[in-house]
């Protein structure tokens, strides 16, 4: 018996102390093997606060490309391991969250959450990178929320950027409801699931989005967040406690977050950029709605545009098709490299 109850509490401390570990650990991200190979996890001083950002490339000498996530507080880096290494043979990857965001959550900095300071907090990131990894120029991908932060910023500083790419880019905020509405009774309709109607009669904008994944217009292969939580939780780059703080930055975020930049919608005050810009679209997305993406495309001038279709995803489709992805983001550099 008392071998048993030792077992016992042995296989308990050994469980508190992995927890324990999970729990505190910082994270780590794989090694690149390779002589001029870069992976590396860090914690960098942006705007006067600590912000992490994963840095992954078979070379450090390719060009740089900085990703911006959604939400506005929602990170993409617990992503990065199942969508990127095929872009890691072509760019050097940079996955930022953003202050208050995934592995940068504080709740203390509430007050500096405005979009003037992200457009800060970016163009400083940016020249960061210029100068660590000599280039005049770096590619700048955003994703939903991110397609925000990003117009905003290639509008203003069009020096720093090759090429700019928005993946899901948003256009209008105010139809997007009436849209993604439109759809979910359309898709109800269509396999005679009147519950679905009745539920978002009843409870509208609290269940939208369950709504807008249970027929594929958040992710068009899954019904649920489910697979990117299993994603997420797969990360090396994170711990439990970094997993923990995602929803806490989202709610954060949602409570704090003032829009102080311009004044109406992106799409009426954005309308010229100086660098060549390409719109990443899925078919079935309605998280920020094709239709709009497709509004936008047509009405913004840039010396360049292309909008690019990805036929089987909807929101995500670098999580969704990331070789199809890869693919396109090659055809962006070799499009816009300055030796071309």
Same mark, same amino acid.
């Given at each position: 018996?008392?071998?048993?109850?030792?077992?016992?509490?042995?296989?308990?401390?050994?469980?508190?102390?992995?927890?324990?570990?999970?729990?505190?650990?910082?994270?780590?991200?794989?090694?690149?093997?390779?002589?001029?190979?870069?992976?590396?996890?860090?914690?960098?001083?942006?705007?006067?606060?600590?912000?992490?950002?994963?840095?992954?490339?078979?070379?450090?000498?390719?060009? @740089?490309?900085?990703?911006?996530?959604?939400?506005?507080?929602?990170?993409?880096?617990?992503?990065?391991?199942?969508?990127?290494?095929?872009?890691?043979?072509?760019?050097?990857?940079?996955?930022?969250?953003?202050?208050?965001?995934?592995?940068?959550?504080?709740?203390?900095?509430?007050?500096?959450?405005?979009?003037?300071?992200?457009?800060?907090?970016?163009?400083?990131?940016?020249?960061?990178?210029?100068?660590?990894?000599?280039?005049?120029?770096?590619?700048?991908?955003?994703?939903?929320?991110?397609?925000?932060?990003?117009?905003?910023?290639?509008?203003?500083?069009?020096?720093?950027?090759?090429?700019?790419?928005?993946?899901?880019?948003?256009?209008?905020?105010?139809?997007?409801?009436?849209?993604?509405?439109?759809?979910?009774?359309?898709?109800?309709?269509?396999?005679?699931?009147?519950?679905?109607?009745?539920?978002?009669?009843?409870?509208?904008?609290?269940?939208?989005?369950?709504?807008?994944?249970?027929?594929?217009?958040?992710?068009?292969?899954?019904? &649920?967040?489910?697979?990117?939580?299993?994603?997420?939780?797969?990360?090396?780059?994170?711990?439990?406690?970094?997993?923990?703080?995602?929803?806490?930055?989202? &709610?954060?975020?949602?409570?704090?977050?003032?829009?102080?930049?311009?004044?109406?919608?992106?799409?009426?005050?954005?309308?010229?950029?100086?660098?060549?810009?390409?719109?990443?679209?899925?078919?079935?997305?309605?998280?920020?709605?094709?239709?709009?993406?497709?509004?936008?495309?047509?009405?913004?001038?840039?010396?360049?545009?292309?909008?690019?279709?990805?036929?089987?995803?909807?929101?995500?489709?670098?999580?969704?098709?990331? @070789?199809?992805?890869?693919?396109?983001?090659?055809? @962006?550099?070799?499009?816009?490299?300055?030796?071309?």
């Amino acid at each position: 018996m008392k071998k048993a109850v030792w077992s016992i509490v042995w296989l308990a401390a050994v469980g508190l102390g992995l927890m324990s570990y999970l729990w505190f650990t910082p994270g780590r991200t794989p090694a690149i093997h390779g002589p001029n190979s870069v992976a590396s996890l860090e914690r960098l001083r942006i705007g006067g606060v600590d912000q992490y950002v994963l840095i992954r490339g078979n070379d450090a000498s390719l060009p @740089v490309l900085l990703f911006l996530h959604g939400g506005p507080g929602m990170p993409a880096m617990y992503l990065a391991h199942a969508f990127q290494r095929e872009l890691e043979k072509e760019f050097v990857v940079v996955q930022w969250d953003r202050r208050a965001a995934g592995k940068s959550y504080r709740e203390d900095i509430s007050s500096t959450l405005t979009t003037e300071q992200l457009v800060a907090d970016t163009v400083e990131l940016t020249n960061m990178l210029r100068a660590r990894f000599r280039q005049d120029r770096i590619y700048l991908v955003g994703h939903s929320w991110g397609t925000y932060l990003g117009m905003l910023v290639i509008a203003r500083h069009p020096e720093l950027y090759r090429a700019y790419v928005g993946i899901g880019q948003l256009a209008r905020s105010s139809p997007i409801p009436g849209i993604q509405d439109e759809y979910i009774r359309q898709s109800a309709r269509r396999i005679g699931d009147q519950d679905a109607i009745k539920e978002l009669e009843e409870k509208g904008a609290s269940v939208r989005e369950t709504l807008l994944f249970k027929f594929g217009g958040e992710i068009h292969s899954a019904k &649920s967040f489910m697979p990117l939580l299993l994603t997420g939780l797969a990360a090396p780059e994170y711990s439990l406690r970094d997993a923990r703080n995602i929803p806490k930055g989202v &709610s954060l975020y949602s409570r704090n977050f003032v829009y102080d930049s311009i004044s109406g919608e992106l799409m009426d005050v954005v309308r010229q950029v100086e660098i060549p810009v390409y719109f990443f679209t899925g078919r079935y997305d309605y998280t920020d709605p094709f239709t709009l993406t497709e509004q936008y495309f047509s009405a913004i001038n840039a010396p360049e545009k292309h909008i690019v279709w990805f036929e089987e995803s909807a929101h995500f489709p670098f999580y969704e098709e990331p @070789v199809a992805f890869a693919r396109q983001m090659r055809v @962006v550099l070799t499009a816009t490299s300055p030796t071309r």
